[in-house]
């Protein structure tokens, strides 16, 4: 049983940058494919970024192309989401979770608030 935990979140003002992790105890993320979600207040839950198990890539949901990047130290069994240039509409609780994600697997998310 995977138990996955994020950090890094806050306040920032627009512009910023913060760097995400999610640090996964109880087994190994070896492979997982690995995604960074979040969901804003009033909306459904989204992927925003995936890293592969396999060869390393990555995706991106159109609106943080730029400006997020996803990645994972695997002796660390932790994903990271460096977000920079960050915006208003950026604002939500961000999760990590596997690719498809499991249910089991919900953390509580660390909220980001970014402020204009």
């Known amino acids: 049983q995977v138990q996955l935990v994020e950090s890094g979140g806050g306040l920032v003002q627009a512009g910023g940058s913060l760097r995400l992790s999610c640090a996964a105890s109880?087994?190994?993320?070896?492979?997982?494919?690995m995604g960074w979600y979040r969901q804003a207040p009033g909306k459904e839950r989204e992927l925003v970024a995936r890293?592969?198990?396999?060869?390393?890539?990555?995706y991106y949901v159109d609106s943080v192309k730029g400006r997020f990047t996803i990645s994972r130290d695997n002796a660390k069994n932790t994903v990271y989401l460096q977000m920079n240039s960050l915006k208003p509409e950026d604002t939500a609780i961000y999760y990590c979770?596997?690719?498809?994600?499991?249910?089991?697997?919900w953390g509580q998310g660390t909220q980001v608030t970014v402020s204009s």
């Open positions: 890293i592969t198990w396999v060869s390393g890539s990555t």
């Open positions: 979770n596997a690719v498809p994600a499991l249910i089991r697997y």
């Open positions: 109880g087994r190994t993320l070896s492979g997982y494919n």
